[in-house]
């Protein structure tokens, strides 16, 4: 990885899916929002860890939610998406099971985290 993509992964508070390239990630939470663009709409916002930092995933996917339903906090996972939009199909590992706790402190903190701010 060159420098300035270095200073991008981690300065980019999304975790970026590139397509059809798994990643390997610690689950550390989620949270339910609601879209302010579309209202009407409820979303997952997942957390994760990445290379020791922190990335989110937003996403619509009941199948997402489903799979991510499988894993506890802690667990390492390979993450896969393929396609667009609508035709989005992720695919969800389990690398290794969560060998050590998550504190409730730790974990008070991915739940009360507040949304990133739109420029």
């Not at 397509?19 to 949270?31: A, F, H, L, Q, S």
């Not at 506890?72 to 998406?81: F, P």
């Not at 389990?94 to 949304?115: A, C, F, Q, W």
């Amino acid at each position: 990885m060159t420098d300035l993509k270095k200073w991008a992964f981690k300065h980019r508070t999304y975790l970026k899916l590139e397509d059809g390239v798994p990643v390997t990630c610690r689950y550390i939470g989620y949270e339910e929002f609601v879209d302010k663009e579309q209202e009407d709409k409820d979303k997952i916002r997942y957390h994760f860890e990445v290379d020791n930092t922190e990335k989110i995933l937003e996403s619509q996917s009941i199948v997402l939610a489903e799979e991510m339903s499988k894993f506890e906090i802690g667990d390492w996972i390979k993450l896969k998406r393929s396609g667009k939009g609508r035709q989005t199909k992720y695919e969800v590992k389990l690398v290794e099971k969560n060998k050590e706790k998550i504190s409730d402190e730790d974990l008070e903190k991915v739940e009360t985290k507040k949304p990133p701010k739109k420029k």
